[in-house]
């Protein structure tokens, strides 16, 4: 009775089993090397280094990147320029994995005393690199307002490709059941590898089954050079209902 071990050709047992597979994060690669070898046990107990401004910016002008754990709704309402939207009620640990590489220092901002969560959830990835946490970040962007950016969210039952570049950053057993018409489909974890697929001079509108991915990738999006970024909110379900799917 297992549909699996049913008798068929080797390729369509290849198919079944691996139909709607996710697309792999980046970092599966880096954890099966560091896998291999030998590596000190982490301590959870380890404190966070605690980062002022200055010392955040100089982080950042080094090469860190910094991750912003709100819920994607603070996230667009105003945030520092720069920084990637990955919160921490979602599958936060996975999902940066996505979007910022291994070997990438990382900087944690977000509500008050939630920077030690981020750092062990990022350990449990195999991210050991996050070096330090920029507290009362209220208190940082109302003393910076020249840094501080948001990012326009759009109602999902007026979503259309026209006039502007539309990601669907669903994965493939989601992406199956349609499209909407005229979007290019690049799961989040393939963001990273197919930026050169988008135009950084063209507005791009990011949208996913929920809204939390999409502001990942809009975010992301935006980090890198993207001047004009917006995302979805709702659920594809409300973007779909008014279209004839692709």
Same mark, same amino acid.
């Given at each position: 009775?297992?549909?699996?071990?049913?008798?068929?050709?080797?390729?369509?047992?290849?198919?079944?089993?691996?139909? *709607?597979?996710?697309?792999?994060?980046?970092?599966?690669?880096?954890?099966?090397?560091?896998?291999?070898?030998?590596?000190?046990?982490?301590?959870?107990?380890?404190?966070?280094?605690?980062?002022? %401004?200055?010392?955040?910016?100089?982080?950042?002008?080094?090469?860190?990147?910094?991750?912003?754990?709100?819920?994607?709704?603070?996230?667009?309402?105003?945030?520092?320029?720069?920084?990637?939207?990955?919160?921490?009620?979602?599958?936060?640990?996975?999902?940066?994995?996505?979007?910022?590489?291994?070997?990438?220092?990382?900087?944690?901002?977000?509500?008050?005393?939630? *920077?030690?969560?981020?750092?062990?959830?990022?350990?449990?990835?195999?991210?050991?690199?996050?070096?330090?946490?920029?507290?009362?970040?209220?208190?940082?962007?109302?003393?910076?307002?020249? /840094?501080?950016?948001?990012?326009?969210?759009?109602?999902?039952?007026?979503?259309?490709?026209? *006039?502007?570049?539309?990601?669907?950053?669903?994965?493939?057993?989601?992406?199956?059941?349609?499209?909407?018409?005229?979007?290019? $489909?690049?799961?989040?974890?393939?963001?990273?590898?197919?930026?050169?697929?988008?135009? %950084?001079? /063209?507005?791009?509108?990011?949208?996913?089954?929920?809204?939390?991915?999409?502001?990942?990738?809009?975010?992301?999006?935006?980090?890198?050079?993207?001047?004009?970024?917006?995302? $979805?909110? *709702?659920?594809?379900?409300?973007?779909? %209902?008014?279209?004839?799917?692709?």
């Amino acid at each position: 009775t297992n549909y699996a071990l049913q008798p068929m050709p080797r390729q369509d047992f290849i198919d079944l089993v691996t139909a *709607g597979q996710p697309a792999a994060p980046n970092y599966f690669l880096h954890d099966a090397i560091t896998n291999r070898r030998e590596h000190a046990t982490f301590d959870e107990n380890r404190q966070l280094p605690a980062l002022t %401004k200055a010392g955040a910016d100089a982080r950042i002008a080094a090469g860190a990147a910094l991750v912003d754990t709100r819920s994607p709704e603070e996230f667009a309402a105003g945030h520092l320029a720069g920084s990637v939207n990955v919160g921490l009620d979602g599958r936060f640990a996975e999902t940066c994995g996505m979007v910022v590489s291994a070997e990438t220092p990382i900087i944690v901002t977000g509500a008050s005393n939630t *920077g030690q969560e981020a750092m062990i959830r990022l350990a449990r990835i195999g991210f050991d690199n996050v070096v330090g946490y920029l507290g009362d970040l209220e208190g940082v962007m109302a003393n910076h307002p020249d /840094q501080v950016t948001s990012t326009p969210r759009l109602d999902p039952t007026a979503v259309t490709a026209e *006039g502007v570049q539309l990601v669907d950053v669903r994965n493939p057993g989601e992406t199956e059941l349609g499209i909407v018409p005229g979007a290019t $489909v690049i799961p989040l974890a393939q963001l990273p590898g197919r930026l050169d697929e988008l135009d %950084k001079s /063209q507005p791009v509108v990011a949208y996913c089954a929920g809204g939390w991915r999409s502001m990942v990738a809009a975010s992301y999006l935006a980090s890198q050079g993207f001047t004009d970024v917006a995302d $979805v909110v *709702g659920v594809y379900g409300e973007i779909s %209902k008014n279209l004839t799917l692709a």
